[in-house]
Structure formats: structure tokens, C-alpha cells
């Protein structure tokens, strides 16, 4: 059970996590010669105008392609755990002049994101890392703004293997209060492209019942 500080306590997900590797899922070369950016950012529909997340942003491969679409009446948050990350990508924001982009270090089961900010959250290749992803995503839940989505790209193979059953990835948002809306295989993705938004309620933390990997992701 995870209980940080003495606040409440969530369930341990009943199956592996992968470790942080690498920051570089692919060389963006390779991710754009596949038009992945474009065809997320087009499935998720992003507008200018639009706030925006984009969690565990890393070397920043999203954020430099969500500022230009966002425009400058939108707004881009970069947030990711990895100081060293943290300072790289600020670098590339500043050398790129790009003006609506801002960064925030976050924590591995908080995302520190401020209530009712955002259109669309984006975690890319990266929640089979998340260690309590029942604390993360319900300490995610209330950043979202009336009609805001959280959008997931992964890979369906084991999450010890950097990658997440999308059967088992939608149980797990389920049980922390939110509802898929779309699913889509997209193998210019390398994975599947799902997306999700927050439920009429979030459930308080100890009536959370993890998912299990083993048992049709039911539990």
C-alpha cells in the first residue's frame, strides 16, 4: 500500500513495473518520418488556444511539436520527475524561443499539475513506468478541465517489458474514475493510442481495488 506522509493510502498495482531506461523511446528522425506527433496530436484534437500537459516529457519530443500547435494564446506544461531532464529540456524550450512552454519537476505518484488547467493531459510511452499508478492518476484526476481528456500511447506487451495491456491500462484509469472514450491500434505509433476522460466521480483512495493483469483485468 502506498501511504505518503501519513495522507491516504492506495493500492500497489498487482503487476510489474518497468524501470526508467532511457528517455529516448525513438530518434525523432524515425517517430516523424512515421508522423507520430501529427497523427496524436490529430487524433486528440489539438487546437490553438488550447493548456496542455505533457507528462514525462523527457528530451522533449512532444512539447516543441504541442507549443507551435497550441499556439500563442495556448499553453504547454512539460513536467517530468528527472532533474537532469528537466534542465535539458529547458534548454531546448529557451534555444527554441518557445514562448507559451513551461516546465515543472514532478513526483513519481504526482504529477503536481493545478485543479481545472487542462484540455488534454499526454503521457507517451511512459505509464508502464508510473511505480503507484493508482496514487498518480487519482492525484491527476482533478488537473482536468470540464471536457478534458488524458491521452495514452503504448505498447500492448508486459508492463515489465515497457508496455501495458490496453485492457489492463483501462482498468486501471477505470478504477480511479475515469471512462475511455476512443481506442485506436496505430502501428505508426509503435503501439495504440487511447484516450480517456474523468468520471462524474473519483473514488476516495481506500475504495480503490487494484486490476489484475492475470484474471481479465478484472481483479
Avoid at 526508467?20 to 508522423?35: H, K, L
Wanted: aromatic share 8%; proline share 8%.
Amino acid at each position: 500500500m502506498s501511504d505518503t506522509e501519513g495522507g491516504p493510502v492506495f493500492p500497489e498495482p498487482d503487476r510489474p513495473v518497468s524501470e526508467v531506461v532511457s528517455y529516448q523511446f525513438s530518434t525523432e528522425d524515425a517517430r516523424d518520418s512515421r508522423g507520430e506527433a501529427q497523427k496524436v496530436m490529430d487524433l486528440a484534437e489539438i487546437e490553438p488556444g488550447m493548456t496542455v500537459a505533457d507528462i514525462g516529457a523527457g528530451n522533449g519530443y512532444y512539447t516543441v511539436r504541442l507549443a507551435p500547435r497550441v499556439g500563442e494564446s495556448g499553453r504547454v506544461l512539460a513536467q517530468d520527475i528527472d532533474p537532469e531532464a528537466i534542465q535539458r529540456l529547458g534548454r531546448r524550450v529557451e534555444r527554441q524561443r518557445l514562448d507559451n512552454v513551461s516546465i515543472r519537476l514532478g513526483e513519481p505518484s504526482d504529477p503536481r499539475l493545478p485543479d481545472n488547467s487542462f484540455d488534454r493531459i499526454f503521457m507517451v510511452h511512459m505509464y508502464h513506468e508510473i511505480q503507484q499508478p493508482y496514487e498518480f492518476l487519482w492525484n491527476m484526476w482533478p488537473a482536468l478541465r470540464d471536457g478534458g481528456q488524458v491521452i495514452v500511447v503504448d505498447v500492448d506487451r508486459p508492463t515489465d517489458q515497457h508496455g501495458i495491456d490496453p485492457l489492463l491500462l483501462s482498468c486501471e484509469f477505470r478504477r480511479v474514475g475515469y471512462e475511455l472514450v476512443a481506442f485506436k491500434d496505430a502501428p505508426e505509433l509503435s503501439g495504440y493510442y487511447a484516450q480517456f476522460k474523468a468520471a462524474a466521480n473519483r473514488p476516495q483512495p481506500e475504495e480503490i481495488t487494484p486490476c489484475r493483469a492475470d484474471s481479465g483485468n478484472e481483479g
